[in-house]
Nanobody, 126 residues
Protein backbone atom coordinates (compact mmCIF):
# COMPACT_ATOMS: atom_id res chain seq x y z
CA UNK A 1 0.00 0.00 0.00
CA UNK A 2 1.26 3.46 -0.91
CA UNK A 3 1.53 6.13 1.77
CA UNK A 4 2.43 9.77 1.29
CA UNK A 5 3.67 11.88 4.20
CA UNK A 6 4.10 15.59 3.72
CA UNK A 7 6.34 18.08 5.46
CA UNK A 8 7.00 21.78 5.10
CA UNK A 9 4.52 24.59 4.89
CA UNK A 10 3.75 27.30 7.39
CA UNK A 11 3.31 31.05 7.56
CA UNK A 12 5.41 33.23 5.26
CA UNK A 13 5.32 36.75 3.90
CA UNK A 14 4.57 37.73 0.34
CA UNK A 15 7.66 37.37 -1.81
CA UNK A 16 9.14 34.59 0.31
CA UNK A 17 9.98 31.09 -0.88
CA UNK A 18 8.96 27.76 0.58
CA UNK A 19 9.61 24.13 -0.24
CA UNK A 20 7.15 21.34 0.42
CA UNK A 21 8.25 17.73 0.65
CA UNK A 22 6.37 14.48 0.24
CA UNK A 23 7.78 11.10 1.25
CA UNK A 24 6.44 8.13 -0.70
CA UNK A 25 6.43 4.66 0.81
CA UNK A 26 5.32 1.57 -1.04
CA UNK A 27 5.87 0.11 -4.44
CA UNK A 28 6.66 1.57 -7.80
CA UNK A 29 7.51 5.15 -6.89
CA UNK A 30 9.68 5.64 -9.95
CA UNK A 31 6.84 4.62 -12.27
CA UNK A 32 4.14 6.69 -10.55
CA UNK A 33 2.78 10.02 -11.63
CA UNK A 34 3.26 12.42 -8.72
CA UNK A 35 1.49 15.72 -8.31
CA UNK A 36 0.66 18.64 -6.07
CA UNK A 37 -2.80 20.07 -5.60
CA UNK A 38 -4.05 22.82 -3.35
CA UNK A 39 -7.33 23.84 -1.79
CA UNK A 40 -7.78 27.54 -0.99
CA UNK A 41 -10.22 28.49 1.76
CA UNK A 42 -13.79 27.96 0.63
CA UNK A 43 -12.77 26.65 -2.78
CA UNK A 44 -12.37 23.32 -4.52
CA UNK A 45 -9.12 21.44 -4.78
CA UNK A 46 -7.10 22.61 -7.77
CA UNK A 47 -4.17 21.32 -9.77
CA UNK A 48 -0.75 22.81 -9.12
CA UNK A 49 1.87 20.63 -10.84
CA UNK A 50 2.65 17.05 -11.81
CA UNK A 51 5.40 14.82 -13.13
CA UNK A 52 3.92 12.32 -15.56
CA UNK A 53 5.05 8.75 -15.00
CA UNK A 54 5.84 7.74 -18.57
CA UNK A 55 7.88 10.71 -19.71
CA UNK A 56 8.98 12.43 -16.52
CA UNK A 57 7.77 15.69 -18.03
CA UNK A 58 6.50 18.39 -15.70
CA UNK A 59 3.11 20.04 -16.09
CA UNK A 60 1.94 23.17 -14.29
CA UNK A 61 -1.17 25.18 -13.76
CA UNK A 62 -0.81 28.07 -16.20
CA UNK A 63 -1.09 30.69 -13.47
CA UNK A 64 1.83 29.17 -11.54
CA UNK A 65 4.38 28.65 -14.29
CA UNK A 66 7.68 30.30 -13.52
CA UNK A 67 7.07 30.51 -9.77
CA UNK A 68 6.53 26.87 -8.77
CA UNK A 69 8.76 23.90 -9.58
CA UNK A 70 7.98 20.23 -9.01
CA UNK A 71 10.79 17.72 -8.72
CA UNK A 72 11.41 14.20 -7.52
CA UNK A 73 14.28 12.19 -6.11
CA UNK A 74 13.81 8.57 -7.10
CA UNK A 75 16.71 7.46 -4.91
CA UNK A 76 14.92 8.74 -1.81
CA UNK A 77 11.30 8.33 -2.92
CA UNK A 78 10.65 12.03 -2.42
CA UNK A 79 8.63 14.65 -4.26
CA UNK A 80 9.18 18.37 -3.80
CA UNK A 81 7.38 21.57 -4.61
CA UNK A 82 9.54 24.67 -4.65
CA UNK A 83 7.41 27.80 -4.40
CA UNK A 84 9.00 31.18 -5.07
CA UNK A 85 7.69 34.72 -4.89
CA UNK A 86 4.69 33.60 -2.89
CA UNK A 87 1.53 35.67 -2.98
CA UNK A 88 -1.40 35.91 -0.59
CA UNK A 89 -3.56 34.10 -3.16
CA UNK A 90 -1.26 31.07 -2.80
CA UNK A 91 -2.70 30.55 0.67
CA UNK A 92 -4.17 27.05 0.73
CA UNK A 93 -3.84 23.55 2.04
CA UNK A 94 -1.39 21.78 -0.23
CA UNK A 95 -1.61 18.07 -0.99
CA UNK A 96 0.75 15.69 -2.71
CA UNK A 97 -0.76 12.88 -4.72
CA UNK A 98 0.37 9.82 -6.63
CA UNK A 99 -1.07 7.36 -9.06
CA UNK A 100 0.32 4.48 -11.03
CA UNK A 101 -2.21 4.18 -13.82
CA UNK A 102 -3.64 7.54 -14.85
CA UNK A 103 -3.34 8.75 -18.41
CA UNK A 104 -2.00 12.09 -19.54
CA UNK A 105 -5.38 13.60 -20.35
CA UNK A 106 -6.52 13.19 -16.74
CA UNK A 107 -3.35 14.51 -15.11
CA UNK A 108 -5.03 17.63 -13.73
CA UNK A 109 -8.05 15.89 -12.23
CA UNK A 110 -7.82 15.19 -8.49
CA UNK A 111 -10.32 12.36 -8.75
CA UNK A 112 -7.88 10.36 -10.84
CA UNK A 113 -5.29 10.01 -8.09
CA UNK A 114 -5.47 7.02 -5.77
CA UNK A 115 -3.04 8.15 -3.08
CA UNK A 116 -2.89 11.38 -1.11
CA UNK A 117 -0.78 13.03 1.52
CA UNK A 118 -2.31 14.44 4.68
CA UNK A 119 -2.17 18.04 3.51
CA UNK A 120 -0.14 20.94 4.81
CA UNK A 121 -1.18 24.54 5.36
CA UNK A 122 0.61 27.33 3.54
CA UNK A 123 -0.36 30.84 4.57
CA UNK A 124 1.07 33.88 2.81
CA UNK A 125 0.62 37.22 4.53
CA UNK A 126 0.67 40.49 2.63
Amino acid sequence: QVQLVQSGGGLVQAGDSLRLSCAFSGRAFSTSTVAWFRQPPGKEREFVAALFRSTGRAYYADSLKGRFTISRDNTKNMVFLQMNNLKPEDTAVYYCAADQRLILSTLRLPGQYDFWGQGTQVTVSS
